[in-house]
C-alpha cells in the first residue's frame, strides 16, 4: 500500500528525491514520514509532515532534506541535498491511517536503498 522510490547511488554532496505512494486500502491519511535504517542499526527517525503541512526533522538531516507532501496523490517526498556517507540506508515510508476500520494504524512501505559514496 506504500511504494517509495527514487533511492540510488550518489557521490557525497550530490541529491536525491524520494517518493512515497500510497494506495490501495489506505484511503485516509493522518501524519506521513520517512524513517532510515543503516546496515547493523535500528531505523531511525527521518522526517514527518502532517496532512496539513506541518513539518519535523532529525538533528541529522536538518538544512538538507526536505519533506514535502501532496495530498491529492497520497504521496510524500524528500529532497535530500549535500548527501554525506553517513545517509546511506535503506529509507522507508509510514502512514497513519485516519481509517475508520484501522485508525492509528501505522504502513509501512518496502524501502529504497540510498548509498553515498564518498
Known amino acids: 500500500q506504500l511504494q517509495a522510490s527514487g533511492g540510488g547511488l550518489v557521490q557525497a554532496g550530490g541529491s536525491l528525491r524520494l517518493s512515497c505512494a500510497a494506495s490501495g486500502r489506505i484511503v485516509a491519511i493522518g501524519v506521513m514520514g520517512w524513517f532510515r535504517q543503516a546496515p547493523g542499526k535500528q531505523r531511525d527517525w527521518v522526517a514527518t509532515v502532517t496532512r496539513d503541512g506541518s513539518v519535523s526533522y532529525a538533528d541529522s538531516v536538518k538544512g538538507r532534506f526536505t519533506i514535502s507532501r501532496d495530498n491529492a496523490k497520497n504521496t510524500i517526498y524528500l529532497q535530500m541535498n549535500s548527501l554525506k556517507p553517513e545517509d546511506t540506508a535503506v529509507y522507508y515510508c509510514?502512514?497513519?491511517?485516519?481509517?475508520?476500520?484501522?485508525?492509528?494504524?501505522?504502513?509501512w512501505g518496502r524501502g529504497t536503498q540510498v548509498t553515498v559514496s564518498s
Open positions: 509510514n502512514a497513519v491511517s485516519l481509517g475508520t476500520t484501522d485508525y492509528g494504524h501505522e504502513y
